[in-house]
């Protein structure tokens, strides 16, 4: 038996987990019709099948009709969620693997405006500014028909053969019954702690009342909210010996901080650049005052972490959900003796992110997550072995580099830079995104285990690739900032490369203009801060910077509010001209002709990325496809994706990533995948 505390079994109640790591519940947004359905089972039960030893699905499972979902739950109030429950834990059951699931009441944290229609329900009237309702205050039937509801959610999971649940009392109705900061109700459910306490333990009472002694019961709860008036150390630590003490309870999970704001919330999941596993610490006192068997998971994104957390005593159960998003294979390789194979968590949260904009969990750099029934995440021999060349090692160009050489390729790639990285490698000088060059580093190291040639330094033209007789060719040339959209005065304008790559030296009244809402605009206006100078950032959309998404703004509305930067939205960047020493900046706006003139000593304007594909159309009619993609056959998984409109030339050719359209890193990587699978 292997001697890594990671690999020890951990006894919990009369189930024995076969290792130390699980994945803590979340919620992928994957369910249909609130069912978590095959895309559902199948995200979960690659996991499984990889040495997992519990899945702590739903992120959470929604117990009430007027819980409606905030980002697509599970709705475990309908009785039809037993069957899909049942499938899910049997596949993971089968590998070896518990199941859990994490059940809620939402409380304020949702919205009135969806759903039923039903009014959101809380102790107290208070909005929460994330999902901004206004809450009802509760009555004496709301609560005892929730606290049935609990009973009745529960009792479906059991039927479906799960071997717990997991109550959330952070930031949901329970929580917002034990903070002081959101219970506004008298006694006996408000006021003290016992009367704030009374409505959660209803819930445990009541459940156990229904499932009996022997299933699991968890909560995972924030034993100190880190805010004036809120739950404090002291406090959460009595809830905790309270909870053990009760009887009723079988584990802790333990979370510090709120989740109410996007900041706070970026607190509890901390995004890359902030400290990893900054509550391990607090979660292991818990554990050390308590005594109860301890889970715990905030940014433990790589082995040596998690291995510490479990050696040191300080859980016994450790989360490592987001990393396991990058890599479900983490357990396998830890047992195989390959960590240094395990594609690493950059922190990106792109995966949070989308979630909380509505949209499906997906990681930055892993694009089979969530596609696990259509991409694989190990890569199939090729059943014919080609040449391959590839233009260009951005995180795209190493993709395809990576896909063909698994698939057993013959690769080539060709880099006009001395170094790979593309925008990535630009995005990395930031020391807060340092952590986004491991998307490169980790596919490098997989080319050279897999003798893909680079040739760096290198300007691919026609000639130089049609000289090594590919029969694929690749473009992943990326592309250049797009610097024509004003009406007048494009030369004066600077880009945000120009500011990143230190071509140019930052003003000290600046305006960067962001008509494309991502990365670039606020790294510059950081670089432009540090400096020294000051930056307005300005906008023609109602928001600045939708591209970038809750989480990921935090650290920079934190380092640029500090400067006193300006945040100008619904206004348009119209012409430059040059005013003695300064430039003359005309600013509209697209709600009406109003135009003001301004000062401004540099304009940095942020317009996207516009393909360098002169390449792609120099060997376009050289190819057998010329260019041409079925798209048809190549989201449907099956049938020829390069049309053969000119058989007896050399290659089929492709673009990926900016060489095509101005996208994200994500976009280019997957391209990537599912193009390189197909031949």
């Given at each position: ?10 006894q ?9 790591i699980?994945t ?5 947004a ?11 089972r ?9 040495g ?26 309908k ?11 049997d ?8 199941v ?11 919205g ?11 102790p ?14 509760m009555e ?6 929730i606290?049935?509801d ?5 009792e479906?999971?059991q ?8 109550l959330?009392?952070y930031?949901?109705?329970?929580d ?9 109700m008298?006694?006996p459910f408000?006021?003290?702690?016992d009367?704030?306490?009374?409505f ?8 156990r ?11 995972r709860?924030?034993?100190?909210e ?20 009760s ?11 709120r ?15 902030m ?10 006192r818990?554990r050390?005052?308590?005594g109860?068997?301890?889970?715990h ?5 790589d082995?040596?972490?998690a ?18 998003m990058a890599?479900?294979?983490i ?6 003796g ?14 949070l ?16 997550t ?5 991409m694989?995440?190990?890569i199939p ?19 395809a580099?990576?896909?063909a ?5 013959d690769?080539?790639?060709?880099e006009a ?24 580093d980790?596919r ?9 040639t680079?040739?760096?330094?290198t ?8 000289a090594?007789?590919p029969?694929?060719v ?8 797009e ?6 005065g494009?030369?004066?304008?600077i ?9 140019v030296r930052?003003?000290?009244n ?30 023609r959309?109602r ?29 348009t ?10 430039l003359?900046?005309a ?8 135009v ?5 000593d ?10 360098l594909d ?5 060997l376009k ?12 056959a190549?989201v449907?998984?099956s049938?020829?994706?390069f049309?053969?409109?000119v058989?007896?030339?050399?290659f ?14 994500h976009?280019a ?11």
């Amino acid at each position: 038996m292997s001697r890594d505390a990671l690999l020890q079994p951990y006894q919990l109640k009369h189930l024995t987990l076969k290792n130390r790591i699980m994945t803590t519940s979340h919620e992928p947004a994957y369910p249909e019709d609130g069912m978590p359905t095959e895309r559902y089972r199948a995200y979960h039960e690659v996991r499984a099948k990889a040495g997992v030893a519990m899945t702590m699905t739903a992120g959470s499972a929604v117990v009430s009709r007027d819980s409606p979902p905030a980002f697509n739950n599970i709705l475990a109030y309908k009785d039809e969620v037993v069957r899909w429950m049942a499938e899910l834990t049997d596949a993971c059951h089968t590998h070896g693997c518990a199941v859990m699931i994490q059940l809620t009441h939402l409380g304020r944290r949702t919205g009135w405006n969806k759903g039923d229609w039903l009014p959101s329900l809380s102790p107290s009237h208070d909005r929460e500014p994330a999902h901004r309702a206004f809450a009802k205050k509760m009555e004496d039937f709301d609560i005892a028909r929730i606290v049935s509801d609990y009973a009745d959610a529960a009792e479906r999971m059991q039927a479906a053969g799960l071997d717990g649940i997991e109550l959330q009392a952070y930031g949901h109705l329970i929580d917002q019954f034990w903070s002081p900061m959101t219970n506004r109700m008298d006694a006996p459910f408000g006021g003290n702690l016992d009367n704030r306490l009374r409505f959660g333990f209803m819930v445990l009472d009541a459940i156990r009342d229904r499932v009996g002694r022997d299933f699991i019961i968890g909560v995972r709860y924030t034993a100190d909210e880190v805010e004036k008036g809120g739950i404090t150390e002291a406090e959460g630590l009595e809830i905790a010996r309270r909870l053990r003490d009760s009887g009723q309870v079988d584990f802790l999970n333990i979370i510090r901080g709120r989740i109410h704001t996007d900041p706070a919330m970026t607190d509890v999941i901390p995004v890359q650049g902030m400290k990893s596993a900054p509550h391990l610490d607090f979660a292991g006192r818990v554990r050390a005052e308590v005594g109860m068997p301890t889970f715990h998971a905030a940014r433990i994104p790589d082995v040596a972490t998690a291995r510490h957390a479990v050696a040191s005593g300080l859980l016994d159960m450790v989360g490592m959900t987001r990393a396991h998003m990058a890599d479900p294979m983490i357990v396998a390789k830890i047992r195989a003796g390959r960590e240094e194979d395990i594609r690493p968590c950059v922190g990106a949260t792109y995966c949070l992110d989308r979630i909380y904009q509505a949209g499906e969990a997906l990681c930055i750099h892993n694009p089979a997550t969530g596609r696990e029934l259509s991409m694989p995440h190990v890569i199939p021999t090729a059943e014919t072995r080609r040449r391959a060349v590839i233009v260009g090692t951005g995180p795209g160009g190493l993709e395809a580099a990576r896909v063909a050489a698994e698939r057993g390729h013959d690769v080539t790639v060709l880099e006009a830079a001395p170094e790979p990285g593309g925008q990535v490698r630009l995005t990395a000088q930031s020391r807060r995104r340092a952590e986004m060059i491991g998307i490169i580093d980790w596919r490098m190291a997989q080319c050279a285990a897999r003798d893909v040639t680079f040739w760096f330094n290198t300007f691919a033209d026609a000639d130089a690739v049609t000289a090594l007789a590919p029969d694929m060719v690749v473009i992943a040339t990326g592309g250049l900032p797009e610097v024509t959209v004003l009406e007048t005065g494009n030369d004066l304008a600077i880009t945000a490369w120009d500011i990143l790559t230190g071509d140019v030296r930052p003003g000290d009244n600046v305006l960067i203009y962001d008509d494309a809402g991502d990365h670039p605009a606020l790294m510059a206006a950081e670089a432009i801060a540090q400096a020294g100078g000051r930056v307005e950032i300005m906008t023609r959309d109602r928001s600045f910077a939708p591209e970038i998404m809750g989480m990921n703004l935090v650290p920079y509305m934190r380092a640029l509010q500090k400067t006193g930067a300006v945040f100008t939205v619904a206004r348009t960047l119209k012409s430059l001209v040059r005013s003695g020493n300064q430039l003359e900046a005309a600013i509209g706006t697209d709600y009406s002709d109003l135009v003001e003139k301004r000062l401004y000593d540099q304009v940095v304007v942020n317009q996207g990325i516009l393909p360098l594909d002169d390449l792609y159309f120099d060997l376009k009619p050289l190819s057998r496809n010329l260019g041409a993609v079925d798209y048809e056959a190549l989201v449907g998984g099956s049938g020829p994706v390069f049309p053969q409109s000119v058989p007896e030339a050399g290659f089929d050719l492709y673009r990926i990533g900016d060489a095509v359209s101005s996208r994200n890193t994500h976009a280019a990587i997957y391209d990537a995948l599912r193009l390189g699978l197909r031949w």
